[in-house]
């Protein structure tokens, strides 16, 4: 079975920097992409960021020139670098592997609290 644990989280200062990891188990082969979003308190869930297996990339603007989102050789560990951080970043933050046929998994996320 495919799982993905995220881990990194915690409580940061405004301007801090955190890095998520997301800890792939199972088959990586026919992962096509791989994803970060991001739930803030009463909020919907919204896109942070992914990457493909060829390496292009797409962020949310506001996350642009702070995030950067990468992951290892072999797929299995996904990272998502988060400089300069806001309060407005404070969410539940979600990695998703995302399956050539059109399956979906998602780790149970992790807590990143931005505040003073």
């Known amino acids: 079975q495919v799982q993905l644990v995220e881990s990194g989280g915690g409580l940061v200062q405004p301007g801090g920097s955190l890095r998520l990891s997301c800890a792939v188990s199972?088959?990586?082969?026919?992962?096509?992409?791989m994803g970060w979003y991001r739930r803030a308190p009463g909020k919907e869930r919204e896109f942070v960021a992914s990457?493909?297996?060829?390496?292009?990339?797409k962020y949310r603007d506001s996350v642009k020139g702070r995030f950067t989102i990468s992951r290892d050789n072999a797929w299995v560990t996904g990272y998502l670098q988060m400089n300069s951080l806001k309060p407005e970043d404070t969410a539940v933050y979600y990695c998703?592997?995302?399956?050539?046929?059109?399956?979906?998994?998602w780790g149970k996320g992790t807590l990143v609290t931005v505040s003073s």
């Open positions: 998703s592997a995302n399956y050539m046929n059109g399956v979906n998994y």
């Open positions: 199972g088959i990586t082969i026919s992962v096509s992409s």
């Open positions: 990457i493909t297996r060829g390496g292009f990339t």
